[in-house]
T-cell receptor
Framework: LAKTTQPISMDSYEGQEVNITCSHN???????ITWYQQFPSQGPRFIIQ???TKVTNEVASLFIPADRKSSTLSLPRVSLSDTAVYYC?????????????FGDGTTLTVKP | NAGVTQTPKFQVLKTGQSMTLQCAQD?????MYWYRQDPGMGLRLIYY???????DKGEVPNGYNVSRLNKREFSLRLESAAPSQTSVYFC?????????????FGSGTRLTVV
């Protein structure tokens, strides 16, 4: 599976839009990109998933360019409660694929 | 509440002791996973079970064994604990192993080996 690279940390202020980019240069044709959020002392929580172009849900948007070698998680108008670690994950697109590798994630700190 | 339940939540072991971490899910998911997370690090896959009756190694399987007891339960065993196994262990499940289903994680077991 494609190895992912993310910034180690980011700072933001309440009310700002935050964009976290993930690089996955060796992504395969049938791989999907998935993002998770993890708060301290909790397991990761699924945020959003996409294959190409743009996906939006009630929590975030995911932008994937045509070459799919990177993706950007966009969090609109962050609040203090969005302070967490965000993981980009590449998931193989066939039903027999079990392994998915989490990188070290991006620690987002939202300041007042 | 539906989800993934892990027991125990905390455990302290002496070097050489053995123990089994329990995990159960009530969402009728087919695949289950064990990850470990060291301080300040991401999650590393230890073992997974794509379906009842099958198990496979992940990135860091050495020192661990697993049992998929039935569709609901997936246990992780440390036969002879070592300080390097001090970590937080997360169990997760998915409806299937493909990309269209996200992981549901348990709240973790914090293990310290002294």
């Amino acid at each position: 599976l494609a190895k992912t690279t993310q910034p180690i940390s980011m700072d933001s202020y309440e009310g700002q839009e935050v964009n976290i980019t993930c690089s996955h240069n060796n992504i395969a044709t049938n791989d999907y990109i998935t993002w998770y959020q993890q708060f301290p002392s909790q397991g990761p929580r699924f945020i959003i998933q996409g294959y190409k172009t743009k996906v939006t849900n009630e929590v975030a948007s995911l932008f994937i360019p045509a070459d799919r070698k990177s993706s950007t998680l966009s969090l609109p108008r962050v609040s203090l409660s969005d302070t967490a670690v965000y993981y980009c994950l590449v998931v193989r697109g066939n039903t027999n694929a079990g392994k998915s590798t989490f990188g070290d994630g991006t620690t987002l700190t939202v300041k007042p | 509440n539906a989800g993934v339940t892990q027991t125990p939540k905390f455990q302290v072991l002496k070097t050489g002791q053995s123990m089994t971490l329990q995990c159960a899910q009530d969402m009728n998911h087919n695949s289950m996973y064990w990850y470990r997370q060291d301080p300040g690090m991401g999650l590393r896959l230890i073992y997974y079970s794509a379906s009842e009756g099958t198990t496979d190694k992940g990135e860091v399987p050495n020192g661990y064994n697993v049992s998929r007891l039935n569709k609901r339960e997936f246990s992780l065993r440390l036969e002879s604990a070592a300080p390097s196994q001090t970590s937080v262990y997360f169990c997760a499940s998915k409806l299937n192993t493909g990309p269209l289903y996200g992981y549901t994680f348990g709240s973790g077991t914090r293990l310290t080996v002294v």
